[in-house]
């Protein structure tokens, strides 16, 4: 059969999942189906076939080389906010000194501070910016990416956000899916009136954002401090008769219901996720709701960890993600959050594998296409450095160990 490129004498070929499968839970979590001594090939951006060095097809050119190399899926990072303006790090600073993320966003800072910033930047200014971390977080491994709005917070600067978004959609090879989050916080136009400026996300940013197609989900920040759960429920209603499936930020400050409100809604995902107990792991059982974990930021500010083995002791599957902002994680780089997965989360390094690539997939909606090594999925393919195994990855924290990183069946040149 004709292909494209080969990739052959992998030591291991590692997350090999049957088609159809949408997500990996509970035990299940610890198994990762792997070749070792193997090959894949790509044809037409795709992946046309793998197995052992022993079958392996002839070619003659546009082969790559990967002994001593593990390959395995590019990584899914499905809750991000890479599209903002500037840096926080007068605020990283006041933490270090002691003030707490809510302080600092009840002062005025935090998101309120990026959102100053965001509605002073152009479009191209803003698009100028989120390229170079797109490209970063390629360069890390990371073939799709969920993207959020969130800071602009009036209906022209978040439509403003949205069609960064829509621009990287188109200009980049990364698959990138975008999600509306008004609900990010209250700005100061609506200080002491929540209520007041969730109607203005229902009755004018919803209409408008979905007008033009720009999202693929909808978010809310519901926690302690934040958005209510009454509040909540209200976009989440609008949201749903718009036709968005939502992703919501939950339970990362206090045991505020966001989980529950989440499985209610059909959200597709609950994430962050540091206050879950009992009610919260049973609410989730047998639903469709993707638990995504987001250690980058418990580890920022400090916060508890939330509880993963007793989420994958319950049977519950749970995605990794980087939650990249410039407040609570300024970070896209992937395989340090599979590092604080297994150092911090106390989870094996089968299990991190699985949460950032199927089961993130999942949770922004692409694992029909991305997240495994099956045939037919898009040819996303990370090749690490001669490295001893898979668990070498996560173990060996801080090392750059990805020497290639292929989407749509393509090298891309910028490591
Ligand atoms: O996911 N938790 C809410 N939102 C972001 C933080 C955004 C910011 O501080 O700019 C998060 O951590
Ligand atoms: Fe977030």
């Known amino acids: 059969m004709p292909m494209d490129l080969l990739i052959k004498n992998i030591k291991q070929l590692v997350q090999i999942l049957e088609p159809g499968k949408r997500w990996v839970a509970g035990s299940e979590m610890s198994k990762l189906s792997l070749i070792e001594n193997s090959w894949i090939s790509i044809r037409d951006g795709h992946i046309l076939d793998y197995g052992p060095m022993h079958l392996c097809p002839k070619v003659l050119e546009d082969e790559i080389d990967a002994s001593g ?10 809750h991000t906010h890479l599209v903002y303006s500037g840096s926080r790090e007068q605020e990283f600073v006041d933490r270090i000194k002691g003030l707490s993320y809510e302080e600092i966003a009840q002062r005025g800072g935090g998101i309120n501070n990026s959102a100053i910033r965001l509605r002073k930047a152009s479009e191209d200014e803003l698009y100028e910016e989120a390229l170079l971390r797109i490209k970063e977080i390629i360069s890390q491994g990371t073939g799709a990416v969920e993207i959020k709005s969130g800071y602009g ?14 621009r990287l959609k188109k200009t980049t090879p990364i698959t ?3 999600t509306f989050l008004g609900a990010h916080a209250v700005p100061p136009e609506y200080l002491n009136n929540q209520d007041g400026y969730v109607d203005l996300i229902i009755n004018e940013m919803l209409p408008r ?7 693929d989900f909808a978010d809310v920040f519901c926690d302690r401090g934040f958005f209510t759960i009454d509040n909540t429920s209200r976009i989440l209603e609008a949201a749903a008769q718009y036709g968005l499936r939502a992703k919501i930020h939950a339970n990362e400050l206090d045991f505020s219901g966001g989980i529950q409100v989440g499985v209610k809604y059909n959200s597709l995902s609950v994430d962050h996720l540091e206050y879950t107990g009992q009610e919260e792991i049973r609410s989730l059982t047998g639903s469709g709701t993707m638990p995504t974990l987001l250690p980058g930021a418990a580890l920022f500010l400090g916060l508890i960890w939330p509880p993963a083995r007793a989420m994958i002791e319950a049977g519950l599957p749970i995605a990794l993600s980087s939650d990249y902002n410039p407040g609570s994680s300024p970070t896209g780089n992937m395989m340090l959050i599979l590092s604080l997965g297994c150092i911090c989360l106390k989870m094996l390094p089968e299990e991190v594998i699985h949460a950032a690539t199927i089961n993130s997939a999942y949770a922004m909606g692409v694992e029909s296409e991305l997240g495994s090594i ?18 070498f990855l996560p173990y060996a924290y801080g090392s750059d160990l990805i020497e290639r990183i292929i989407l749509n069946g393509r090298i891309i040149e910028n490591k």
């Not at 954002?209 to 999202?215: D, I, P, S």
């Not at 099956?374 to 668990?391: E, F, M, Q």
């Open 209 to 215: 954002v979905t007008a033009e197609g720009l999202a």
């Open 69 to 78: 190399r593990v390959v395995m899926p590019a990584f899914c990072d499905s």
């Open 374 to 391: 099956t045939r037919g999925k898009r040819a996303n393919l990370i090749i690490t450095r001669p490295v001893s195994g898979y668990s």
């Open 153 to 166: 917070l009036d209906t022209e600067s978040e439509l403003k956000m949205l069609r960064v978004i829509r």
């Open 176 to 178: 990138i899916r975008s």
